[in-house]
Structure formats: structure tokens, C-alpha cells
């Protein structure tokens, strides 16, 4: 959607910043990705005078700093997702449980591995319905539940992880939308047997692409290795379980050539470090929108548990009006350089998806709640770039917009038709 569409409003309310800009990259990452680039060594394996590579210093960084007994860095957070199902032996065919509300790669890793997705509901507070999913997890026959923290919206873990015991199912946390965030104390991803994250552009740390698997256990962390393609040269991570796990996997598990690169873990290595200041300047971002928004009419924001330590990368929020007022509040937003997305879209756009477009998965059960929430959730990226004052400016421009909308007959109109 375009943001400058039309001439600039009469009541001076113009944003016009590029929300998808992201950090540069820190100084110290390009001076190494400088030198590996003039060494030439970009692959992360070397038959000779291997050193030790940047993706392995990588992964015993990150390990360290969620605390996990491994990680494996890969080259998407969709290919760890894929990894994970695999190395948990999911087979053609067999059904994974999974969060209705996520994004299209979450499915997709499912039809990588030829399984079958079934989706769980999600609740008025946008996280995965734990209600649903204990009946799923009961009637479904999954042996995976592929969690996804969309947005990062976080489920209570503790309760989840009791649930997916209880039915003797394996949990995998997508973590693209969580990267430094805690439930309860503890780093999401290191709940259920494996967590996957991403370093693409848009997220927490920015490698172009990127992701990072994490796992306690060594078959599952042997077999990655194996799969993300070492070609056999896996005591070249320092961080991997011992030669007798590898001999039980060799023979037996097919290279899949998802590695990461030198080039993109060097960029990544400082980046680590600054996971917490990076997290605190987004509350603070989340938490001035949240003020500023307090005005809108229609206008909610999720209530958050006091466990749900976020890092919120984006907002979401919803409006409780028509399909054709929302399309209005977002020709609003846009006239005034503010681009927002919206859930509720009937054909698949940008970084926004919606179940009901994977017409690739099989039939579901009817998902009401999902299909509301979605329907009315709006989306807006928060890069660090924004300051007290664009907050501000934001939150008049929304609340215009939503008052606007909200005045609109298409309102009217649509309590007519129901
Ligand atoms: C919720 C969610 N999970 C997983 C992914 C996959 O990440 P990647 O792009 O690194 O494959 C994305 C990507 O944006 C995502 O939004």
C-alpha cells in the first residue's frame, strides 16, 4: 500500500517515516564481515586450516546466553523449523499441532516436512488457546506441537509444557518473534525440546537472513548438524555432542544444506550483546504507543500477564468495527504517511498472513475466535528508530483515524446486513 497516495492532510498529521528500517549494522561486525570477505573464507567449513568459523563461535554465544546445552546456526528460522520436525522424526504424512495465528513460514515447515498442520485457536489476547489445545492435543494424534510466539504474544509456557507431557508430545518453540524474551524468568525457546529463531531483516538481531536452533539434546542436536549440511565436518563446532551420538546419525541422515554462512554469523556475533538494550528501548517504544493509543476509540490492546517478559518488534491491536471501516481507518493512517497492517485482509499481502490463505493445508476444524480476532487485529512495525515524539504523533494519527472510521456509515451498514 502506498503511504503518499494522496496530498498531505489539512490538520498538519503527517508521519511518513519508513517503518521497516532497521539498526545499522554495529562497526564491529562490518570490520569482521571486511576481513572475512578480503580472506575469502565465507563457507563455515574448511577441510584445511579451518580456524574455528563465526557460526561456531555464534552458536556457543547464543547457547550461553539462553542457556541451552546446544545451537545449531542455520539459514532461515523457517529451515531450523523444518530441521527440528525432522530430527524429531516426523514422517510423511503425521499430523503437527500448530498456532492458528502465525505467519506463513510457521505452515510451511510443517508441508516442508510433508506433514499435516493442525491449527490450534487462538485467544482474545492474540497467544495460542491452551483450552484448544488440550483438546487437540487429545483427539489429534500429533506428536509435535509446533508453537509459534506470533508477534510476541506468549502463552504460559509452564502450562503448555505440562499439556504437551501429558499427551507424550514433543514441543518446539518458533521463536522468530521472541528473541530475548523471557515467560516467568526463563528465555522462550528453551521450554519444550527445541526452539528456532530468525535473524532476518525485520527481526531482533538483522543478518539478511538467518536462524538459530536451540536443543538440550544430543540426538536432536547431532542430527541437525548433520541435516544443516557439515559434510561430515562436525568437530568443527565446538559446541556437539560426542562421536558416538554422531556415529549413531551419519549413516543415516541426508544433508539438506540449510548451513549458515561466515558472512551472515559475523554480523550477528555483536549483536548478541545488545539483545537487552535493544529489548528495554522497545518496551519503551510499546509503552509510549500504548499511552498514546488510549484515546482511540474502539481501540483495545491485549491484556499482558505479569510473566511475559516481551520485545516487542511491532503492535498489535484491535479495532472493534466493520471490514469496510477498518479498510477506511487504513486509507486514514495511509494519507497520513502511517502505514499499518491489517490480519483481516482477504488476499495475502507483505509480512501479513492469514489461515484461511494456506488453502495447501488440510481441512481444520471451524476456528470462530481465530477468524474474530484476526478480522479486526491491526499491526504496526516499531523499529528502534522511533522516538517519544513520534509515538506521539502516531497515537493522534490513529485516533483520527479510528474516530474517522468508526463515524463511518459502512459501520451502519454492515450491523444492518448481521
Ligand atoms: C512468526 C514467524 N515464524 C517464523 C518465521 C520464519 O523466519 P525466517 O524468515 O527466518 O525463515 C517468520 C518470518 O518472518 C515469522 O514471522
Same mark, same amino acid.
Given at each position: 500500500m502506498s503511504t503518499t497516495t494522496r496530498t498531505r492532510p489539512s490538520d498538519g498529521l503527517w508521519f511518513g517515516k519508513d517503518l521497516s528500517q532497521s539498526e545499522p549494522i554495529p562497526d564491529a561486525a562490518i570490520e569482521q564481515a571486511v576481513a572475512l570477505m578480503r580472506s575469502g573464507r565465507l563457507h563455515r567449513y574448511g577441510e584445511q586450516a579451518a580456524g574455528t568459523p563465526e557460526p561456531s563461535l555464534l552458536e556457543q554465544e547464543y547457547?550461553?546466553?539462553?542457556?541451552?546445552?546446544?545451537?545449531?546456526?542455520?539459514?532461515?528460522?523457517?529451515?531450523?523449523?523444518?530441521?527440528?520436525?525432522?530430527?524429531?522424526?516426523?514422517?510423511?504424512?503425521?499430523?503437527?499441532?500448530?498456532?492458528?495465528?502465525?505467519?506463513?513460514?510457521?505452515?510451511?515447515?510443517?508441508?516442508?516436512?510433508?506433514?499435516?498442520?493442525?491449527?490450534?485457536?487462538?485467544?482474545?489476547?492474540?497467544?495460542?488457546?491452551?483450552?484448544?489445545?488440550?483438546?487437540?492435543?487429545a483427539s489429534s494424534g500429533a506428536r509435535v506441537f509446533l508453537l509459534s510466539h506470533m508477534r510476541g504474544h506468549i502463552t504460559d509456557l509452564r502450562a503448555v509444557r505440562s499439556i504437551c507431557d501429558r499427551h507424550n508430545i514433543a514441543l518446539v518453540e518458533d521463536c522468530a518473534h521472541t528473541m530475548g524474551a523471557r515467560w516467568d524468568g526463563q528465555h522462550t525457546g528453551t521450554f519444550g525440546r527445541i526452539g528456532c529463531y530468525s535473524s532476518q531483516t525485520y527481526k531482533h538481531i538483522n543478518s539478511g537472513e538467518g536462524g538459530l536452533l536451540v536443543t538440550?539434546?544430543?540426538?536432536?542436536?547431532?542430527?541437525?548438524?548433520?541435516?544443516s549440511g557439515c559434510y561430515m565436518m562436525y568437530e568443527q563446532h565446538v559446541l556437539r555432542p560426542s562421536a558416538e551420538v554422531f556415529e549413531r546419525w551419519r549413516y543415516v541422515t541426508p544433508n539438506f544444506s540449510m548451513r549458515m554462512s561466515n558472512l551472515a554469523a559475523a554480523l550477528l556475533r555483536p549483536q548478541i550483546a545488545l539483545l537487552p538494550e535493544r529489548g528495554e528501548r522497545w518496551r519503551r517504544i510499546y509503552d509510549?504507543?500504548? @499511552?498514546?493509543?488510549?484515546?482511540?476509540?474502539?481501540?483495545?490492546?491485549?491484556?499482558?500477564?505479569?510473566?511475559?517478559?516481551?520485545?516487542?518488534?511491532?503492535?498489535?491491536?484491535?479495532?472493534?468495527?466493520?471490514?469496510?471501516?477498518?479498510?477506511?481507518?487504513?486509507?486514514?493512517?495511509?494519507a497520513r504517511?502511517?502505514?499499518?497492517?491489517?490480519?483481516?485482509? @482477504?488476499?495475502?499481502?507483505?509480512?501479513?498472513?492469514?489461515?484461511?490463505?494456506?488453502?495447501?493445508?488440510?481441512?481444520?476444524?471451524?476456528?470462530?475466535?481465530?477468524?474474530?480476532?484476526?478480522?479486526?487485529?491491526?499491526?504496526?512495525?516499531?523499529?528502534?528508530?522511533?522516538?517519544?515524539?513520534?509515538?506521539?504523533?502516531?497515537?493522534?494519527?490513529?485516533?483520527?483515524?479510528?474516530?474517522?472510521?468508526?463515524?463511518?456509515?459502512?459501520?451502519?451498514q454492515q450491523k444492518d446486513r448481521t
Open positions: 547457547a550461553t546466553y539462553v542457556g541451552a546445552k546446544y545451537c545449531v546456526a542455520v539459514n532461515s528460522c523457517g529451515a531450523a523449523m523444518f530441521l527440528a520436525l525432522k530430527a524429531l522424526g516426523i514422517k510423511p504424512g503425521d499430523k503437527v499441532l500448530t498456532s492458528s495465528f502465525t505467519l506463513a513460514p510457521v505452515p510451511g515447515a510443517i508441508a516442508h516436512a510433508c506433514a499435516s498442520a493442525v491449527l490450534v485457536e487462538t485467544r482474545d489476547d492474540y497467544a495460542t488457546d491452551l483450552a484448544d489445545l488440550e483438546r487437540k492435543a538440550d539434546d544430543d540426538d536432536v542436536a547431532a542430527q541437525v548438524i548433520l541435516m509510549d504507543l500504548a @499511552r498514546a493509543f488510549a484515546r482511540a476509540p474502539k481501540l483495545t490492546l491485549p491484556v499482558r500477564d505479569a510473566r511475559e517478559d516481551f520485545v516487542p518488534s511491532s503492535i498489535q491491536f484491535s479495532l472493534d468495527l466493520s471490514p469496510e471501516q477498518i479498510e477506511f481507518f487504513l486509507t486514514e493512517c495511509a504517511g502511517l502505514y499499518v497492517k491489517w490480519f483481516g485482509l @482477504r488476499v495475502p499481502t507483505a509480512f501479513t498472513s492469514h489461515f484461511g490463505h494456506w488453502h495447501y493445508l488440510p481441512e481444520q476444524e471451524p476456528m470462530p475466535n481465530s477468524k474474530q480476532i484476526l478480522s479486526q487485529l491491526l499491526d504496526l512495525r516499531t523499529p528502534l528508530s522511533l522516538t517519544p515524539e513520534d509515538c506521539r504523533l502516531i497515537g493522534q494519527i490513529v485516533t483520527v483515524a479510528a474516530a474517522a472510521a468508526t463515524a463511518h456509515p459502512a459501520g451502519e
